[in-house]
């Protein structure tokens, strides 16, 4: 079952998604959650399901934030972030896990630039894992161009993606 988040107090069809993993592993079918949200309160989330009982305990709730976070996949392309290549970025916020209080992401913006964005995201150790930036355009590209580079615990890219569908 795939699910963009899970929120406290989520609706029907979330409390559907949970229900329908839930039954499928019942009936001997195996099954998951996956969630793709950027939720750092996810392991309380976890935890209050399972409590309550609205997640079945033998269904695992996958993330892929958590996912890229405790994994790093192999073949870094051996280039640097776009972020780092020039502009001079400003810090403007930083947001902490819930379950161990350690970094989850930093957002910076661009001044002058109303529409850059990048949000590095870090793993338990401090390393980046994923760094989803919106950059503006130059002369090459005029408009505005919204990547995502997974990151190896070394620094470099290990892969690139031109948006968070693909």
């Known amino acids: 079952m795939v699910t963009w988040s899970i929120q406290e107090g989520f609706g029907g069809m979330t409390a559907m998604c949970l229900k329908r993993a839930g039954l499928f592993h019942e009936r001997g079918i195996p099954s998951a959650v996956v969630t793709f949200d950027a939720n750092p309160d996810l392991a309380t989330i976890r935890t209050k399901l399972l409590e309550s009982g609205r997640l079945h305990p033998d269904v695992p709730l996958l993330n892929l934030h958590d996912f890229y976070a405790e994994h790093s996949p192999a073949r870094p ?15 403007s916020a930083r947001t902490l896990r819930s379950r161990d209080g350690s970094l989850f992401y930093v957002d910076y913006r661009l001044p002058g630039h109303e529409a850059a964005a990048v949000r590095e995201y870090h793993r338990s150790d401090g390393t980046i894992y994923l760094i989803d930036s919106t950059l503006p355009g130059d002369g090459d590209a005029p408009a505005d161009s919204r990547t995502l580079e ?17």
Do not use: C, F, M, Y
Not at 150 to 166: H, R
């Open 77 to 91: 392309q051996g280039q640097t972030p776009r972020r780092a290549r020039g502009s001079e970025w400003v810090e």
């Open 150 to 166: 997974l990151v190896a615990p070394d620094g470099n890219v290990i892969t690139t993606l031109g948006s968070p569908g693909k």
